[in-house]
């Protein structure tokens, strides 16, 4: 039988960090970059946070940006008339969210 030593445990968990972790804010940001969005705006407050979503949409008007600021929820809308908007919103650990505001000419 053979014996078990952490070093055997060392690559699962390795793999489980990098899997487990939230990515950086600027690498989710530069991924939309190089699909041709550009960075219109950042509301809320940037800080840790432990995931993040996208909202978009190519048939709705417009889209709703939303955010957190000390347990008050705050909300901007953009209008799809010339360009599509997509919404990264990140989600921080104390309850708070920022959003960073994108866009790409229709």
Not at 7 to 16: E, W
Not at 80 to 85: F, I, R, T, W
Request: charged fraction near 25%.
């Amino acid at each position: 039988m053979e014996s078990f030593h952490i070093k055997n445990l060392i690559p699962v968990l390795t793999l489980f960090f990098i899997l487990g972790c939230a990515p950086d804010m600027n690498e989710v940001v530069q991924e939309w970059k190089d699909k041709g969005w550009t960075q219109v705006k950042t509301h809320g407050v940037k800080k840790d946070f432990h995931r993040h979503g996208t909202l978009m949409s190519e048939q709705a008007q417009a889209v709703e940006a939303s955010w957190i600021e000390n347990g008050n929820r705050k909300t901007k809308v953009y209008t799809q008339d010339s360009h599509h908007y997509l919404a990264l919103r990140f989600f921080c650990k104390d309850g708070d969210e920022f959003v960073i505001v994108m866009r790409k000419r229709k």
